[in-house]
């Protein structure tokens, strides 16, 4: 939960402790400060900037929330749980700023992966047949809402609201 800025601080007051530690020859506390900037190094790579960007978009700060975003250097090295998130999060910024091509594209990502929960997952997959739709892409509107589908018994009302409405206006197409 640290921005980069921070993580680099943190890193750099270890440092300093480290080389305290090793001047006084207590070489167990050493390790254990090795430990710690191991692990503040993990999390730069495998957990990023996400939690603060999910808070700043709760909050509907999106450009904190993009910034936040594109702290981080390889989407890809993100693990499993904050990559779906980091898409998802990153669909709804592209979403507000109605870039509809980028949200697209993110959502799709988002849907590949584990999300907090099925509604969310449903969420992702509703948002790529919207878009869709918006695109005239019927067909993969049709396969995405056909994939929301399967989670019906686990998604809230208000979810099965959109997916039906979605359903009848592909009708009409």
Known sequence: MFTNRA???VIGAFVIMLAVAIHLRVYEVAAVIVLFIGLLIWGYFKEGT???????????????AESLLRQVPNPGWLSKKRRGFYEFIFGGVCLQKQNFDEAEKHYEIAAQYPLRSANDHVAALVHVANLSIRHNNYEKAKAYLALADKHQEKITSKMKEVISRLHQE????
């Open 7 to 9: 993580r680099i601080f």
């Open 170 to 173: 592909l009708d009409k197409k």
């Open 50 to 64: 996400i939690i603060l960007a999910a808070k700043a978009f709760h909050n509907k700060d999106y450009d904190k």
